[in-house]
């Protein structure tokens, strides 16, 4: 570390809320929040927070950045949800990463003090929220980038199963409505 | 915590790796990726983490996901860089955040090894990595949402000040390149 590295932050997270989903386990969750679409969602941010959100409301869609508390450990190679063979899970949106850091684009329906209301939802209720960022398609959209494989993705699933959790033995898999 | 959380991966961060860029303080740091086109950096993945960057090549851009390590403490209220009146931190990309997590699209230009090359960056040299995931346009573009205040930005602002840094005094503010 240099001398203008003294002033650093150290690397140490606070959870600043809690989003609440209809998904109470990985199997049957859409996997990305396009998937999710009309689906939708409370982020209960925590009440020290609620003046970060003033502004908020006019903005379409909105980051959220969490932390996937129930994905197994690590892997450095997967077999993704929409593929059928292994690849690096960099090159994957994959949850079992080194941070497990989730980040999805959902759309902002309206704010209630320090709740927000969202739709186009794909986390586990309960998921620790990090945080929040406006979603600003000057710096966000790039609709026309190449891919790699997903651009032709060897497998069309859209809802997560159990490769990547372990789910409680017994537990209903799915509430039928998906 | 319910009986189901007990197999919880603990809020704990490692980092995975260090960006090199050309930009030792925030002072003329462009803002946001979009701002920093054409310049180039390096993301150096530690050795452990090079296997899950197989598959990445086909991708034209990447997000990074890194820790803002040099910012000063969470403010609930900014001036952000791109405006003229206070607004609600969560409804800005302003750098001082609860969590200091901040997320970049770069262009992916090669990966060598352990390596990537990149371009339009907008980091500090030397900032911690905590993840690499492919950009994805069917999960990630969204070109046509609304974005607030940043529709009409009261300010053009393209690069940093030190507003939301400690400066080391006496240090240079800028190569004069930008």
Redesign the interface.
Known sequence: M????E???P??????GTIRTPF??ASGTPI???YGEGIEARVV?DEE?S?????????????L?Y?????E?FR??VIPYRDIRE???????SPT?????G?S?VRLLRREGNVLHVADIDTLD?T?L??????????????????????APGMDRRHADARFH?E?PG?PEDDGTR
């Not at 690397?11 to 600043?16: K, M």
């Not at 932390?67 to 994905?71: A, C, H, N, P, S």
């Not at 690849?87 to 949106?93: P, S």
Request: aromatic share 10%; hydrophobic share 40%.
């Open positions: 240099s001398a203008r590295r002033n650093s932050r690397v140490s997270i606070r959870v600043v109470p386990q990305q929040a396009v941010v927070y003046p970060a959100l003033d502004d908020i409301d006019g903005f379409d869609r909105i980051w950045i932390w996937m508390d129930r994905v450990a450095p190679k690849r690096g899970l960099f090159a994957t949106r990463r080194p941070n497990p850091i980040m684009v309960g620790p990090l945080d929040i960022k406006p979603y600003v398609p000057e710096f966000d959209a790039h609709p026309g980038s190449r891919a790699g494989w997903l651009d372990a409680v537990e």
